[in-house]
């Protein structure tokens, strides 16, 4: 075994090392017990002490899975598609359903009522298959009633995706001395006053002369100096920002609380649209002022299609069209900055956060960034679209672009634009655009071509910084942000 001098041990070192000598194993907690110190002192000094082979740390990370509050609810009783199959027997009209349950739970429960395949919908009737087997999901939800649990089937995905449970990680550590630890303990270890720091009085005195001075190892390599500079992700969105003004584009904000006139209705998208539901859409309990002028034709497109089309059928409800909703994307934005400007040229853009009712995982959040634009002009047409898109992905730096047939509600023809990634070896969709369908523009008193597109600001980050997991643009780690490269 080493002499005791090669180890230099400092006293904190050395209550942790006889500590850890009178049992195999210690937590964190134990440890600053039996050794007096804090628990940070007792760990800074244990991982000191595993540097030098006398005792081993070890980590081991926990999944642990609970109830949310709104999960607590229906553990109790029960999920709202269960609470609808039990009390219909027989086919039962939607509008007598929504009677007897509240609307909101009614749009959360047809869909799961389908996907387990215990009813199904036929024109306004809702017909149960008479087989509701109590499912793996319900099970999950009876066992977390009683605490939570680290082991669960695959089902708890679908239940932290509908926010009824919520996934936690918990880390533990063990902090185990080694066998030349306990020798070293064994051979006896004594704690002596050390200087830590020399001080003026220190050196006068000479007191400095007959105590132990703690070593300080010359060869330690200085402590980096990290420099100030603006988060990675805001340095991208600066960086988009300046090429659309360089290109003549005028920024555009809006509010992040729309009316579903504008989010929705005013993009011809029709009042049934699964967008809508409150799965996707963050609904609010308030309701706006609907503008005037653009009620009637906007109306009369969605139920007869205004002569240029055959519109959506049905009726088209004001009440519906005033309701309050988080921006689902930011075209609300642009199609009432358009409105608002109606000669041509037009050439605006706008970068902006917009939020949707996404579970969490690597490639979706709640509530994301979107950069959205649009140029109304005279004979502008779909090839001045892809021409704007092409040099734009080129100033952000992707050599190869190229452009797939797309579909989006209010726009024809429509494409998703595409970068090859030479890391991956494929190409990424980075997108959505099009020229505004007639049935947009006409009601709103908009008389030329409009070409529109947004794109996913956080994708193009992704690419950029080389990030798999989305979730890393929002986390606070101070070493990526320090360690981030200025592009």
Request: proline residues 6%; glycine residues 8%; contains cysteine.
């Amino acid at each position: 075994m080493a002499p005791m001098e090669e180890y230099s041990l400092t006293n904190n070192e050395k209550k942790v090392l006889l500590a850890l000598s009178k049992k195999d194993k210690f937590t964190p907690e134990e440890l600053t017990l039996a050794s007096g110190l804090s628990i940070e002192a007792a760990m800074q000094a244990a991982f000191l002490l595993a540097e030098k082979g006398l005792c081993e740390v070890t980590e081991k990370v926990t999944t642990i899975y609970t109830l949310t509050k709104e999960g607590e609810t229906y553990a109790q009783i029960s999920l709202p598609e269960r609470q609808i199959i039990n009390s219909i027997k027989a086919p039962l009209s939607l509008s007598e359903l929504k009677k007897k349950f509240p609307p909101q739970m009614v749009g959360i429960a047809l869909g799961w009522l389908r996907k387990k395949n215990w009813a199904r919908i036929e024109g306004e009737n809702i017909i149960p298959s008479g087989k509701a087997e109590v499912g793996e999901d319900e099970n999950i939800l009876t066992k977390l009633k009683k605490g939570p649990l680290s082991e669960l089937g695959d089902a708890v995905r679908d239940l932290i995706k509908r926010n009824l449970v919520e996934k936690t990680e918990k880390k533990t550590r063990l902090i185990i001395i080694t066998a030349e630890g306990k020798s070293l303990a064994a051979a006896g270890l004594s704690i002596e006053e050390e200087i830590a720091q020399l001080t003026p009085t220190i050196i006068t005195t000479g007191s400095w002369k007959n105590a132990r001075i703690r070593p300080y190892n010359i060869h330690t390599s200085v402590k980096p100096v990290y420099g100030a500079k603006l988060h990675p992700y805001q340095r991208l969105i600066n960086e988009m920002r300046s090429i659309f003004l360089e290109m003549g584009f005028t920024e555009i904000k809006g509010d992040i609380v729309q009316s579903s006139f504008w989010n929705f209705d005013a993009l011809f998208q029709p009042q049934d649209h699964p967008a809508r539901e409150m799965q996707d859409t963050f609904h609010l309990a308030t309701e706006c002022d609907l503008p005037e002028e653009y009620i009637a034709p906007v109306k009369e497109m969605h139920e007869k299609g205004g002569g240029i089309s055959r519109g959506w059928g049905g009726k088209w409800s004001e009440d519906v069209a005033r309701k309050q909703v988080l921006r689902t994307h930011t075209t609300a934005v642009t199609i009432k900055y358009l409105t608002d400007h109606p000669d041509p040229p037009v050439k605006a853009f706008c970068i902006d956060r917009a939020y949707r009712r996404e579970a969490i995982d690597p490639t979706h959040t709640p509530e994301f960034e979107q950069l959205e634009g649009v140029v109304m002009d005279k004979g502008v047409s779909f090839k001045n679209l892809l021409g704007c898109l092409t040099e734009f992905y080129h100033r952000m730096g992707f050599d190869e672009v190229r452009f797939r047939p797309g579909y989006f509600p209010y726009t024809e023809p429509s494409v998703e634009p595409e970068v090859y990634i030479e890391s991956r070896g494929k190409w990424v969709e980075l997108g959505g655009a099009g020229v505004f369908r007639k049935e947009v523009t006409l009601p709103l008193g908009i008389k030329y071509p409009v070409l529109a597109w947004g794109l996913g600001v956080s994708r193009v980050a992704m690419l950029r910084l080389g990030l798999k997991d989305l979730r890393e643009l929002y986390q606070s780690d101070i070493d990526w942000l320090r360690k981030s490269t200025v592009l």
